[in-house]
């Protein structure tokens, strides 16, 4: 990847020769046999939130290649005292950290701390702005079953204008010629949010957007956004919930995916999640071999 890759902070970063290296090396990166690669190396894990698949893949992704890992949470922390991101970036380098894995509630806390830490950062998520890695890895999960992301149609459908994958996806699958539809409520898909990217489109009619789609993506609605909406729990379920029947609307061979936590009742039934056309458990796997590769090209041990 030239020129070296200091950081991972956004996918508007990203030029499309390495975000093709990164899935290039991801496709070669096998979780399942141990490797030295990052040998010596400390990688730092962040967590401002509370994850699961987004930490534990970069923490088996870090210890496969042979490196190892320090969790640093509020409550386990001088963060829980008060102490400033800035200072908790400069503690942890300083204690050794080769890189830094970060995931903040805030937009663009990624960002700033890379201003101030000369280690790699790499972003897992920053408040409703930017998920790389998650975007990477849809991207991986895609061409496994697609012979290219140009000309797909991708409906991305639930509650966008809070979602950081949506807008990390709709930035990198754009860029590849993926024709992306935002679908759901109008208080959860602003026509604005068709401005993001080329390509990009919004609707309020799931059945519509689901003709001849090539890929749905259900994202997370949390009931608790619904309230003082003009929808309601029930009247999600009723119109944008991704269903059986809804997905043939879709192309006979469409994917299905999601990238969790899944709530199962609420943006999709278990008939689809755990159906033949869903990669919901592929996304999980592919996340691993992706923030391999993430991680070996940022600590300059990609070959």
């Known amino acids: 990847m030239k020129p070296q890759l200091r950081s991972l902070l956004g996918i508007e970063q990203l ?127 895609i061409t496994n079953h697609k012979k290219r992301l140009q000309g797909l149609r991708v409906v991305i459908v639930g509650d966008v204008y809070h979602s950081r994958v949506a807008r990390s996806n709709a930035q990198l699958l754009s860029r590849f010629g993926a024709d992306i539809v935002f679908c759901g409520a109008p208080d959860f898909v602003p026509e604005i949010s068709a401005s993001l990217a080329p390509g990009v489109a919004a609707c309020h009619d799931l059945n519509a957007a689901l003709q001849g789609a090539d890929v749905v993506m259900a994202l997370r609605v949390q009931k608790e956004r619904l309230a003082g909406k003009d929808i309601s729990v029930e009247d999600y379920i009723a119109n944008y919930q991704v269903t059986p029947q809804r997905m043939k609307l879709a192309k006979p061979d469409a994917i299905l995916m999601h990238p969790g936590p899944v709530i199962r009742g609420m943006e999709l039934t278990s008939e689809v999640a755990d159906g033949p056309q869903s990669c919901i458990h592929e996304q999980v796997r592919n996340g691993v071999k992706t923030r391999m590769a993430i991680l070996a090209m940022l600590l300059g041990a990609a070959r």
């Open 15 to 141: 030029t499309t020769a390495q975000i093709e290296s990164i899935l290039a090396l991801a496709r070669r990166m096998d979780p399942s046999r141990p490797s030295q690669l990052l040998r010596g190396k400390r990688v730092a894990l962040l967590f401002y939130e509370s994850s699961t698949r987004t930490r534990t893949s970069f923490e088996f992704a870090a210890k496969t290649l042979g490196a190892t890992t320090t969790l640093v949470t509020p409550v386990s922390s001088s963060i829980e005292k008060g102490e400033s991101l800035i200072d908790t970036g400069w503690t942890v380098a300083n204690l050794g950290a080769d890189a830094i894995v970060m995931r903040h509630a805030n937009s663009g806390a990624a960002y700033l701390l890379a201003r101030y830490v000369r280690v790699p950062i790499v972003n897992a998520g920053d408040g409703m702005h930017q998920h790389p890695s998650q975007a990477l890895l849809d991207a991986l999960t």
